[in-house]
């Protein structure tokens, strides 16, 4: 994969090459627990964000929230560096600032552009994740239905919040796969290994073939789904007897 180039971005006059306070402050209660991602995309949505340029391949781990190590392929040939996920998706790094830029990469070009023009890049490329401050003090992954969110300069509902699945996804989720023959009922919670698990009960009496059968169109209906696909990041199906 090599580096793209970002649309022209417009001047930002008297920009000092700070991070925006609300950002700050957002990131700042996300390392201490006190905060949330989603804090933090609603505290970037119109903000300046700065882009690094690079022209060099090279391998490095990034560290997100959490303390969770993930090692990327970071590459750009005279463009916008692009982060290789362990999950295969693509990420565009963004930085609140001049001085967390510097301290991932001193040799970086900053790049000023608007949150939504970056994220509106990174879905035009294909790449479907952000990554804030790669190099720290709080490195936060946006996820992909945020991106679009930011992208459309629209706020993101995240399909999960504290009080479990959003009740429209998970509605959406139970009209999508409730009519799939051989499925007796459905119902969506927060997952462990995705975002949402969709969890299916299913017809007794399936053998290894039928159950592959009936898991296939669970996985059509839900790729069909269009709020389910705007709104939901990853998905994992829980199948039950």
């Known amino acids: 994969m090599t580096g793209r180039a970002l649309p022209p971005s417009s001047p ?7 991070a925006d306070p609300a950002v700050a402050g957002a ?3 996300l390392q201490d627990r006190s905060g949330t991602v989603r804090a933090v995309v ?18 490095e781990d990034v560290v997100v929230h959490g303390g969770h190590a993930h090692t990327v392929d970071k590459e750009a040939s005279a463009g916008i560096v692009a982060l290789q996920a ?3 998706r693509t990420a565009l790094p963004v930085f609140t600032s001049v001085a967390t830029m510097a301290a991932w990469r001193a040799d970086a070009r900053p790049v000023p552009s608007d949150v939504a023009r970056a994220a509106l890049s990174a879905v035009t490329e294909g790449w479907e994740v952000l990554v804030v401050d790669p190099g720290g003090p709080t490195t936060v992954l946006v996820p ?35 009519p799939v023959t051989g499925v007796v009922a459905a119902d969506a919670v927060p997952g462990t290994r ?25 996985n059509a209906a839900l790729a069909g789904a269009e709020l389910v696909a705007t709104r939901v990041d990853s998905l994992e199906i829980r199948p039950r007897g």
């Open 12 to 18: 930002f006059a008297g920009d000092d090459g700070a």
């Open 27 to 29: 990131l700042a209660a």
């Open 42 to 59: 609603d505290a970037l949505a119109g903000t300046r964000v700065l882009v690094p340029v690079l022209a060099e391949l090279e391998v």
């Open 86 to 88: 362990p999950d295969g």
């Open 144 to 178: 992909r239905p945020a991106v679009w969110a930011l992208a459309q300069q629209e706020r993101w509902r995240p399909a999960v919040t504290p009080e479990g699945v959003d009740p429209e996804v998970r509605d959406a989720i139970v009209a999508a796969v409730t």
């Open 194 to 218: 995705a975002e949402v698990a969709v969890v299916v009960t299913l017809v007794g009496g399936l053998d290894r073939v039928g159950l592959d059968a009936v898991l296939v169109q669970v």
